[in-house]
């Protein structure tokens, strides 16, 4: 990997970090040392203090392939460099907020690290060779970031030292606030990193969730024909991390999309934690809840805990991505493993060419067509190693690398032959396989994609939000979203089906598929995000239909019972939008909303009988709220109403 030939820093120069703005994007920038005697140092962290002893453990554990991992590397070049990432879990100290109560919301986080490792092969050193790190921390899965990212500072560090670490943070801390689903053009130095940050939809809530978020989270349940992300990592490999078992893929979404633990083991962290990352990109838009580890260690603190699940005991939701055979071993309960990644040399594996099927040679790339894809599926010699290599089980994998799967799972879903039949093949060429690759990934994902928004298309009512009807007073509770009760909506969907689509590509079980997703870790996290998306696309239909209402035409319309319970409704939202300016949590048209309607409960006060009037100034809350606030603009178009009691009259 090489740095961008047009970076460059001016190292007699002292960066300017911003703190605060960098902790948007970035937690810490660290290089780690592999010492013979000590075993991985962190030996630089910017900014300094991040991490306790034990997180910089955990970090420097996890941030080196295994060594067993590397058995297979017949490159023995004078210098190895490769990037990958991991996901730890990380405990914070919590805060406490304004009266002293603890802030739970920041209790954990899920920590990423984003790797530059680099292996220098020397007879001269001990062991032969040296390996270092550099890893970027950060709380963020934008992979399409930190990747590009690690390819110049993770040069720059080998060239510079630590400086390179400062510099790259002071550019970092310069950047605008991270803007899921867009894309977003990020300096750093003298290049630029074009990048498409991954949709909020797709991403952990932290704390309450903001309408402005909660506006662009809610991902089309058709997809669109831009190709926008619609996902966590949605510029990963699909067609490269299972190009050996793409038949397979449905099989894989589907135990994802019900939250089954899966063992993905390859040869390197490059390729395990790239499928991964491609297996966790296939149910977009669904939110991913199973606790995924792209790149996982003997050294994480959760695998004594793994270690210890007895026979018929449960396995957690987990997507384990590993190099280490000794898992396989180790973790011999999971009920589902998956090999990917290149094998070895005298692999018998299907080659890929630009022959076509009659052996006339092509001079422009072909489609993989299911026959040639399932072909050692129907061989004699594929059928006796398939048979071979259930008998042997995934403990085979210790003497040699293959790709398979291993699961006693039956699929619902079967297998898209028409999709697999557009993949192009692309043959030898480097140039041509990264851009058939491209096409091959969109191929892919817009499948997939298509077919998980499909899928929870049965669960649309639920969200379905409402606003006033044409000549109605927009000051009364809107309606609640339909309550949602899984045997009611399994009787239903039994009923009336999940649509033409769905059942065109699944089997007569579907109906088991949905109620294992209802009881899988995945459904409930996405259901109460996408209600409470809904709720508030609700409001703001609510709070803009108040704001273009035309307070007397409306008090014409109605009775003077109704009159005096839009009085009521008014008053509570005013006071709502006061506590929320209150604790800082209102919208950029609070202000505006609240004038509104600080004008309308006046105007509504003046028509009411003297007595009533009388009544509702008792309470002197209620008439602080009746009064002008001189600091307020007066609203364009409309007079600033006193509160006159004697002049006020009853409309009827």
């Excluded at 010699?381 to 085979?396: E, K, T």
């Excluded at 697999?420 to 396989?433: F, H, M, Q, T, Y």
Aim: net charge positive; charged share 20%; proline share 8%.
């Amino acid at each position: 990997m090489s740095r961008f030939p047009s970076f460059s820093v001016r190292t007699e120069v002292s960066p300017s970090v911003d703190s605060e703005s960098l902790q948007r994007w970035v937690v810490a920038f660290c290089a780690i040392r592999f010492d013979l005697e000590q075993g991985q140092l962190v030996e630089e962290c910017y900014p300094q203090g991040c991490f306790s002893h034990d997180e910089e453990l955990e970090i420097a554990y996890s941030s080196f392939p295994d060594s067993v991992s590397q058995h297979q590397n017949q490159n023995r070049s004078s210098i190895h460099d490769c990037i990958f990432f991991y996901r730890i879990h990380r405990h914070l100290k919590k805060s406490l907020d304004e009266k002293g109560v603890a802030d739970s919301s920041n209790a954990s986080k899920f920590l990423y690290g984003y790797v530059f490792n680099r292996q220098r092969h020397d007879e001269r050193l001990k062991r032969g060779g040296e390996q270092k790190s550099v890893v970027i921390l950060s709380y963020s899965p934008y992979s399409s970031v930190f990747r590009p990212l690690l390819q110049i500072v993770g040069p720059l560090f080998f060239d510079i030292g630590k400086k390179a670490l400062e510099h790259i943070a002071a550019y970092v801390s310069k950047w605008p606030a991270p803007l899921p689903g867009k894309v977003m053009d990020l300096p750093i130095g003298n290049a630029t990193l074009k990048v498409n940050l991954p949709p909020a939809h797709g991403l952990p809530v932290e704390g309450e969730l903001s309408f402005e978020e909660g506006a662009s989270s809610v991902a089309p349940f058709v997809p669109n024909s831009q190709p926008v992300p619609q996902g966590l990592f949605h510029d990963s490999d699909i067609f490269g991390s299972f190009r050996g078992i793409l038949l397979q893929l449905w099989l894989l979404w589907e135990l994802l999309l019900i939250g089954e633990p899966m063992l993905i083991i390859a040869p390197t962290p490059p390729q395990c934690c790239e499928a991964v990352a491609s297996l966790v990109s296939l149910v977009a838009p669904l939110l991913c809840s199973v606790d995924f580890r792209p790149y996982f260690t003997i050294h994480d603190p959760v695998f004594a805990r793994l270690n210890s699940i007895q026979e018929g005991q449960a396995f957690p939701p987990m997507i384990l991505g590993v190099t280490n055979v000794f898992f396989l071993k180790a973790l011999r309960n999971i009920p589902h493993i998956v090999s990917v990644g290149s094998p070895p040399l005298n692999s018998n594996r299907l080659a890929l060419t630009t022959r076509s099927s009659t052996g006339r040679g092509s001079g422009r790339p072909e489609g993989l067509g299911f026959q040639q894809l399932s072909l050692k599926k129907f061989s004699p010699s594929s059928l006796l190693s398939a048979v071979r290599l259930r008998r042997d089980g995934p403990l085979c994998l210790m003497t040699e690398h293959k790709e398979a799967i291993w699961s006693i799972y039956s699929a619902t879903t079967k297998p898209d032959t028409s999709i697999l039949n557009r993949l192009i093949d692309a043959g030898v060429s480097p140039r041509v396989e990264e851009s058939m690759s491209v096409v091959n990934n969109e191929i892919l994902r817009r499948h997939f994609l298509e077919l998980t928004t499909n899928f929870l298309a049965p669960f649309s009512p639920y969200f379905r939000t409402s606003t006033p009807l044409e000549g109605s007073s927009p000051y009364v509770d809107p309606p609640s979203l339909p309550p949602f009760n899984a045997d009611e909506f399994l009787a239903s969907l039994s009923a009336r089906g999940p649509g033409k689509f769905i059942l065109k590509r699944m089997k007569s079980n579907w109906l088991d598929l949905y109620r294992r997703f209802l009881n899988g870790p995945n459904f409930l996290p996405w259901f109460q995000r996408r209600r409470a998306v809904a709720e508030q696309e609700q409001d703001r239909l609510w709070r803009q239909a108040r704001m273009k209402t035309d307070i007397q035409q409306l008090i014409s319309r109605l009775s003077e019972l109704e009159i005096v319970d839009s009085f009521n409704v008014i008053e509570r939202l005013l006071l709502r939008e006061i506590q929320l300016q209150q604790s800082g949590k209102s919208g950029i048209d609070s202000v505006a909303t609240s004038q509104k309607l600080k004008g309308d409960l006046r105007a509504i006060f003046n028509v009411l009988s003297k007595d009533m009037q009388q009544l509702m100034l008792s309470n002197p809350e209620r008439a602080s709220l009746l009064q002008p606030s001189p600091e307020s603009p007066k609203l364009p178009g409309r007079p600033l109403i006193q509160v006159a009691v004697g002049s006020s009259t009853s409309p009827r």
